[in-house]
């Protein structure tokens, strides 16, 4: 304060600060392109900030890192929780041992019996009632894969104002593929910029692809190099390309420390138990191939 007159930052940037509204409407001009240039470099002082985990986490039970991919995980139905393929297995392997009925590994309510029962629970069960991020993006899900874009997007964008990442990541695919919306890539890398700050590596590699093909490369190595140090495989790909072209942008220490970075970010999500389920549903598919344990929507 000064003279009792207190000061506001300009909403642009904190380069400045002004005693009143109308002191900001006169002055606002002198620096309205430094205001510019500051709050862009503030917005990526955010952007480009190395994550510190994924867009998905650990697993709750576990608490290893969950695979970026999602493809050894699975959403439980009764409590929307995400958990890793290796505590279900331990779960359904202490209930076979014990006799015990099927139950969620994590809340202990009885496992749907089907995958339509799963789904169901999903669509009435009030944790979409009680705006559940994760159960209002999965019903998103299930209205997009009938085709009903409306629906999947007014989920979907509930599920973004209450955070959801993946939901972001699945507008943003709506915006850019013009599905159920007209094709807006500035809503697009909106939504983008949103899940590949909160450790969305797919959103990232996407934002690299983007400012590769307007010109700005350096700014897309730098995205693919944060995506590929959370263990995203594309982004590593893009990166040994461009590596090869010898165009002195990518560095070979940057390279070499990202390909260290990604495969012990791919290390870091192993565990026996994720092992020894990978193993038994392979062991199911070639014994009986109708045979599938359905534990909640992946």
């Not at 695979?67 to 393929?85: H, R, W």
Request: with cysteine; charged share 25%.
């Amino acid at each position: 304060e000064i003279d009792d007159i207190k000061l506001k930052n300009c909403t642009g940037c904190d380069l400045v600060r002004y005693c009143s509204d109308a002191c900001q409407a006169d002055h606002k001009s002198q620096h309205e392109e430094d205001c510019k240039k500051r709050a862009a470099a503030l917005r990526d002082e955010i952007l480009f900030k190395q994550p510190e985990s994924s867009h998905i986490g650990d697993c709750p039970l576990c608490m290893i890192p969950l695979p970026i991919d999602g493809s050894s995980c699975t959403t439980l139905a009764c409590c929307s929780k995400y958990v890793c393929n290796g505590c279900c297995y331990a779960n359904q392997a202490r209930e076979f041992e014990e006799g015990l009925d099927p139950t969620c590994p994590f809340c202990r309510h009885p496992t749907p019996a089907s995958q339509v029962e799963a789904e169901m629970v999903f669509k009435e069960k009030d944790r979409v009632e009680m705006n559940d991020p994760t159960a209002l993006r999965k019903v998103g899900l299930l209205r997009n894969m009938k085709g009903d874009h409306k629906g999947a997007f007014e989920f979907w964008t509930k599920a973004a104002e209450l955070g959801d990442l993946q939901a972001h990541y699945q507008l943003s695919n709506m915006y850019h593929n013009g599905d159920g919306v007209e094709k807006n890539q500035k809503k697009e890398v909106y939504h983008l910029e949103k899940a590949a700050i909160g450790g969305h590596p797919f959103a990232r590699f996407n934002l690299g692809c983007i400012e590769g093909q307007n010109g700005r490369l350096e700014r897309a190595i730098r995205h693919f190099i944060i995506a590929a140090t959370q263990g995203e495989d594309d982004s590593l790909t893009h990166l040994k390309a461009l590596y090869q072209n010898q165009n002195g942008k990518v560095r070979k220490e940057d390279l070499v420390a990202t390909l260290r970075a990604h495969q012990a970010a791919v290390d870091a999500t192993k565990s026996p138990d994720r092992d020894a389920a990978a193993a038994f549903s392979l062991l199911q598919v070639s014994v009986c191939p109708s045979t599938k344990t359905v534990g909640g929507v992946k």
